[in-house]
């Protein structure tokens, strides 16, 4: 988790503790494993999709997405999740058979695969994005072309059957897109805009992703301010 992301989340928490926060319009839909169903979120409404797993997806105002295929063991942790979102945005969290295996995500324009970790989606307009929150990887494939990236708030568009990047995804945009799971983004705007008043501003990363290794093993902490930065993402560290 980037030194941004626990700033944002521990703040979060104090705006709840402290009750500054408008209350939204939330809805919890629990999934078990070999149900399959359809999911829409309403105009002014936020979906929190829960897995028997602990896999969560959480859907946007206006978002539709369906589960096609679900499928768990919790003797062993094993099992395969595919859903399809045809609209809105969506962050994925994985869940414990995430650690085994990734998490598909159809969507008109490209496949994605989650592999340990969180990504946000977002469709519209004949347009996909996708990037990765934290986490081992990302993957976005377009019949048998194949994109990954696996460094947090590095992403890829898709569109026309033509995958743009890997590249990083603007931090305004990021904090634009969490807002869109709080009524009014009261909640999220506040709590980034404190994180970031914190944290100082972004620093734009050195090298390219392909000059650091795709392993998602911890390497030792370096101590950074108040945060301990990771050169490399922990599958488990999902924020």
Excluded: H
């Excluded at 295929?69 to 942790?77: C, V």
């Excluded at 859903?83 to 990734?102: E, H, M, T």
């Excluded at 989650?114 to 990037?131: H, N, P, R, V, W």
């Amino acid at each position: 988790m980037t030194c941004f992301s626990r700033i944002l989340a521990s703040t979060i928490v104090a705006l709840l503790l402290n009750g500054n926060a408008d209350a939204a319009v939330w809805r919890n839909v629990v999934v078990q494993a070999g149900e399959t169903q359809k999911i829409e979120a309403g105009s002014e409404e936020t979906v929190d999709v829960l897995f028997s797993d602990g896999t969560s997806v959480i859907l946007g105002p206006g978002a539709s997405l369906t589960v096609t295929e679900y499928g768990y063991d919790p003797a062993t942790g094993k099992g395969s999740l595919s859903l399809q979102l045809s609209g809105g945005k969506a962050r994925v969290s994985g869940g414990r058979l995430n650690d085994g295996a990734s998490i598909s995500i159809q969507t008109p324009e490209a496949n994605f695969e989650l592999e340990a970790g969180s990504a946000m989606i977002k469709t519209s307009d004949g347009k996909t994005t996708g990037y990765l929150l934290n986490g081992a990887g990302l993957t976005a494939v377009i019949g048998e072309n194949r994109t990954r990236v696996f460094r947090p708030e590095f992403g890829v568009t898709a569109s026309q059957g033509v995958v743009d990047g890997p590249q990083r995804i603007d931090p305004a945009v990021v904090t634009a897109d969490l807002e869109t799971f709080s009524q009014g983004g009261t909640l999220v705007a506040a709590a980034a805009k404190q994180a970031g008043d914190q944290s100082g501003p972004a620093k734009k990363p050195t090298g390219s992703p392909s000059s650091r290794p795709a392993s998602s093993t911890l390497s030792k902490p370096k101590q950074q301010g108040t945060c301990l930065l990771y050169t490399s993402p922990s599958p488990r560290d999902r924020g």
